[in-house]
Nanobody
């Protein structure tokens, strides 16, 4: 049974930083692309960042490029999202997800398994 468990969310002031973690189990973690998405109230879930199985390739949404960094530690079955220079518009529930291919995708439908999400709130 595949499980993804996010942690690290919270309340932070604008300009601050948070580091999200996602621990995976029940799958061959090191073989797959991992992604982060977010969903704000009343909005659709949107792509944030993704990383290839080896960590050699990453891809970011324009809205977070230069502020967020995705990384992974395959030995720990964990993917991270370092978020710096946070803005109020980054407020959302953040989800990690697994794409069981070796190609980075940015659409929700390409990801097969999802975590329960962690709330990030950025105050102005």
């Amino acid at each position: 049974q595949v499980q993804l468990v996010e942690s690290g969310g919270g309340l932070v002031q604008a300009g601050g930083s948070l580091r999200l973690s996602c621990a995976a189990s029940g799958l061959a973690f090191s073989r797959y692309v991992m992604g982060w998405f977010r969903q704000a109230p009343g909005k659709e879930r949107e792509f944030v960042a993704a990383i290839s199985w080896s960590g050699a390739s990453t891809y970011y949404a324009d809205s977070v490029k230069g502020r967020f960094t995705i990384s992974r530690t395959n030995a720990k079955n964990t993917v991270y999202l370092q978020m710096n220079s946070l803005k109020p518009e980054d407020t959302a529930v953040y989800y990690c997800a697994v794409d069981q291919t070796d190609i980075i995708h940015t659409t929700v439908l390409e990801y097969e398994y999802w975590g329960q999400g962690t709330q990030v709130t950025v105050s102005s």
